[in-house]
C-alpha cells in the first residue's frame, strides 16, 4: 500500500509578506532597529528563498521596521533570488564579484542601533558588516533576542507539521515488521530512510537506530553492530515533508524482554504520557520538563535522564521552544515541539518515546499516534 499524500497549497507572496510584517513588529517591540537574515530557516520561513547552499558569497536580508525589506544578493544568483515566492515582496539589491558587499549592506543600517543577526550567519560576513558598520551599531543573536519568532505555527504550518508526523507514523508502523535479529543498525537506519521517503518525506535528517548498548547513547546513530535476540532498540527519526520536520521515538524489543525492560520502558512511557498530559496554554516548557523529570526521579531513575525533555520543530527538526529548566516561556496555542524522555543504562540499554505534539486553545494534539507500547519485533 503507497500513501499518495496530496501536496499542501503552497505559501503565497502574502504570507511571506505577513511574516516579514511580524517579524518587524517583534523587532520594534524588542528594541531593536532590525534583523539580518542569511541564507538559512529563517531566511526560508520569511521570504521562501532557499539558495543552494550558504556561500562565501553575502545574501541577506535586511528586515527594518518602518522600511521595505531588502534582499542583497549576489548578481550571479538574483535570478534565483527573484523566483522566490516571497521576492515581490522585497527590494533587491545585487552587488557583483569584485565589489565589497559589506559596503553594499551598511546603507541599509544607516540609523545604527541594535541588529539582530540570525543565527547561521557566518562569522565572516557579520565580521564584514562589523568592520563596516558605524560605531552606532551592534549586533546580537536572533536565536536569543527573538527566541519565539517562528515558534507559534500557523494553520498551513500545522497542516504540514501533521502530514509529516503521519508520514513518520506510517513508516514506524513499516519498520516494526522488517527482520531486526542478525542486521546491522546501518541496515535498519537505510530501511527507515527509504520508508520516510516513500512516505513523502524530501529530505531525512536523522535515523537513529541504537540496539543494545548503543541504546544508552542518546546521541548513536546506527553503526555496524549486528543486532542480536534480547536487543532494546531505539529508533528516532525524521526529516523535512513539504518543507516542514518530523521527529519521533518509539524503543522496540527484539523478542520476550525481561521483567526489567518492560518496567524502565514502561516508567518512560508514563513519563512520556504525563508531560504530554500537562501541555496546554498557560503553563512554561519548564514545567512540561519537571513533569517529565519528576515521573524519572520517583521511578529512581533520575539520574539516567541526561537531556531535556523536548525542542520546537518546524522548517527545522530542533529549534525553540525547548522544554528544559529555566525556560519561563509559558505555552501558547499552536506552538509545536517533541515530548521525549528517556532513561539511560551505560554499557546495557536505553529507552527514549517521543511524540511532537502541539499546543491547542484548551489542551494538547499529539502529531505522532503509533502506540506507545512497548513492541516486539523479531
Ligand atoms: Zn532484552
Ligand atoms: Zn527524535
Ligand atoms: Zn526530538
Known sequence: MTERPATPAPFTTDDYRARMARAATAAADAGLAGLLVAPGPDLVWLT???????????????????????????TLEAGDAERAPGAPALTLRDWTDGQDPYAAAVPLLAGGGRYAVSDD??????????RRAPSSTSFTALGEALPMLRAVKDTAELDRLAAAGAAADAAYEKIKNVRFAGRRETDIAADLAALLREFGHA????????????????????????????????????????????????????GEPTAEERRVHEVVREA????????????????????????????????????????????????????????????????????????????????????????????????????RELAIVQ
Open 48 to 74: 521562501g528563498y532557499r539558495p543552494t547552499s550558504a556561500s562565501e558569497r553575502l545574501t541577506l536580508l535586511v528586515l527594518a521596521p518602518g522600511h521595505d525589506p531588502v534582499l542583497v544578493v549576489p
Open 272 to 371: 512520556q504520557e504525563r508531560a504530554v498530559r500537562a501541555v496546554r496554554p498557560g503553563p512554561t516548557c519548564q514545567d512540561v520538563d519537571r513533569v517529565a523529570r519528576e515521573t524519572i526521579i520517583e521511578a529512581g531513575y533520575g539520574d539516567r535522564f541526561i537531556h531535556r525533555t523536548g525542542h520546537g520543530i518546524g522548517v527545522t527538526t530542533h529549534e525553540p521552544p525547548y522544554m528544559v529548566e529555566g525556560e519561563l516561556q509559558p505555552l501558547v496555542p499552536g506552538m509545536c515541539f517533541s515530548v521525549e524522555p528517556g532513561i539511560y543504562l551505560p554499557g546495557r540499554f536505553g529507552v527514549r518515546i517521543e511524540d511532537i505534539v502541539t499546543v491547542t486553545d484548551d489542551g494538547v494534539r499529539r502529531l505522532n499516534t503509533t502506540s
Open 121 to 130: 550567519t557566518w562569522a565572516v560576513h557579520l565580521l564584514g558588516l562589523e
Open 203 to 254: 529530505q531525512v535528517d536523522f535515523t537513529v537506530v541504537g540496539s543494545g548498548p548503543n541504546g544508552a547513547d542518546p546521541h548513536h546513530e546506527a553503526d555496524d553492530r549486528v543486532i542480536a535476540d534480547g536487543d532494546m532498540v531505539v529508533l528516532d527519526f525524521g526529516g523535512l515533508k513539504h518543507g516542514y520536520g518530523s521527529d519521533t521515538t518509539r524503543t522496540v524489543h527484539v
